[in-house]
C-alpha cells in the first residue's frame, strides 16, 4: 500500500461499519482488512465496488467474498505469527493476503490455473509476499506441507473432505461452508486429542468446491 492509494477512505469505512459494528474484534484482524488494497483483487472497473457490502464477480464464474464474510471466517481462524496455514479455493488471493499478514506460512490451492495466475498477479501488484499458490485438487489437501494449524475452505463442499480433517494439527482449526448446492451452513472444526468438535457459526453461500473430496456432478466448472 502507498501513501497515495486513492481507497484509503473507504476501506476504513468498511471496516469501521461492515466489519467491526457487526462484532469482529479481534485486533489483528482489523488491522489486516485495513491494510490490505482489497481493489487490487477485483477486476478493473470495479475498484470502488471491492468496497461494498457484497461479493464480487472475479472471472470464470468465481468470486470475492463480501468483505464481512471474510472476516468472520478470519477471526474464527483465531490465527498466531507462527501457525501454518492451508487455503482451499485462492480466487482473488484477497483471503491469502490477509492470511499472510496473520500467519506464519500460507499455502492456497486453486483448481483453474488462469484463476491461480490471477491471483498471483494481484497478490504481486499488493505487495504481498509469503503466500504459495498451488494449482491443484484442494479437496486432498496438501500433504507435503501437512499438518496446518489452521485450514481456511472458501468454496462450498456436501461434507467436510476427510484429507482436510487428516491433515489439520493437534488444536488446529478448519472453517468451511459445508451444505446444499446454493446456500450451506459455515461450521468450525476443532482438533482436540484426536477428536473432532463441530461448531455452527451461520449461513452462508459460497460457489462449489469441485474434486474428488466435494462436488464431483457434472456441470460444474
Ligand atoms: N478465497 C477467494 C475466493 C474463493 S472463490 C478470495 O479471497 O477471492 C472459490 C474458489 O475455489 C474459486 O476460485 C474456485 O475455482 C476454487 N475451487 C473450487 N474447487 C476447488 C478445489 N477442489 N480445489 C481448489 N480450488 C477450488
Known sequence: MTKTDPYER?????????I?????RDERVLAAMREVPRHLFVPKGYERAAYEDRPLPIGE???ISQPYIVAVMTEQLGLAPQD???EIGSGSG?????LAGLAGTVISIERLEGVAEQARENLARAGVTGVRIVVGDGTEGYPPEAPYDAIIVTAASPGVPEPLIEQLAEGGRLIAPIGPRDCQDLVKLVKREGKVETIPL???CFVPLIGQFGWRGEGFR
Open 20 to 24: 467491526r459494528d457487526r462484532g469482529i
Open 61 to 63: 464464474g468465481q468470486t
Open 10 to 18: 473507504e476501506r476504513e469505512a468498511m471496516v469501521e461499519h461492515q
Open 202 to 204: 451461520g449461513g452462508v
Open 84 to 86: 501454518r496455514v492451508l
Open 94 to 98: 484477497y483471503q491469502a493476503a490477509l
